[in-house]
T-cell receptor, first 111, second 114 residues
Framework: LAKTTQPISMDSYEGQEVNITCSHN???????ITWYQQFPSQGPRFIIQ???TKVTNEVASLFIPADRKSSTLSLPRVSLSDTAVYYC????????????FGSGTRLLVRP | KAGVTQTPRYLIKTRGQQVTLSCSPI?????VSWYQQTPGQGLQFLFE???????NKGNFPGRFSGRQFSNSRSEMNVSTLELGDSALYLC?????????????FGQGTRLTVV
């Protein structure tokens, strides 16, 4: 399973766009990139998943360059409630649910 | 639909005791996986069950075990508790079929070993 590297923490202000980049240099051909969000004392929550180029849903966008060695989670116009830890995961979609979490990025959104 | 339910939410046990945690997955989900979260080690995979069979196992000692019932509900057991077993134990369920790989997590069980 590919190892991921993310910034330990990031600060932002309400209303700003936040981009969190994840490095995964050893990503395999059949690996997908998935992001989860976790609030204190709660389980992680799925945000978005992608394989290449760009994926967008109602809460975020995921940008994946052609070499797939990194990915960027983009949160538009963050609010205080987006303060959380964000995890980037890389692994195959082989219906085997062994999620390997890294250290994550602790995002703090200030008023 | 109801989410993943974990019981109990909080638990205090003494060293040497054993504990059983329960997880009820989302209706229709057949895969249940368990994770341990501690401040020092982060989120670590324990094991995954699918159709009552353990498919994957993380790097944890044999004191950690689990099982899944025919209704997909799962339990995990920790025997001979150690202080280091104090953690938030999270359960996640997944649909598996149709290419859906999103994992839905419960609120967790906070275990404190004293």
């Amino acid at each position: 399973l590919a190892k991921t590297t993310q910034p330990i923490s990031m600060d932002s202000y309400e209303g700003q766009e936040v981009n969190i980049t994840c490095s995964h240099n050893n990503i395999a051909t059949n690996d997908y990139i998935t992001w989860y969000q976790q609030f204190p004392s709660q389980g992680p929550r799925f945000i978005i998943q992608g394989y290449k180029t760009k994926v967008t849903n109602e809460v975020a966008s995921l940008f994946i360059p052609a070499d797939r060695k990194s990915s960027t989670l983009s949160l538009p116009r963050v609010s205080l409630s987006d303060t959380a830890v964000y995890y980037c995961l890389v692994g195959p979609m082989d219906s085997s649910y062994k999620l390997i979490f890294g250290s994550g990025t602790r995002l703090l959104v200030r008023p | 639909k109801a989410g993943v339910t974990q019981t109990p939410r909080y638990l205090i046990k003494t060293r040497g005791q054993q504990v059983t945690l329960s997880c009820s997955p989302i209706s229709g989900h057949r895969s249940v996986s368990w994770y341990q979260q501690t401040p020092g080690q982060g989120l670590q995979f324990l094991f995954e069950y699918f159709s009552e069979t353990q498919r994957n196992k993380g790097n944890f000692p044999g004191r950690f075990s689990g099982r899944q019932f025919s209704n997909s509900r799962s339990e995990m057991n920790v025997s001979t508790l150690e202080l280091g077993d104090s953690a938030l134990y999270l359960c996640a369920s997944s649909l598996v079929e149709g290419g859906d790989t999103e994992a839905f997590f419960g609120q967790g069980t906070r275990l404190t070993v004293v």
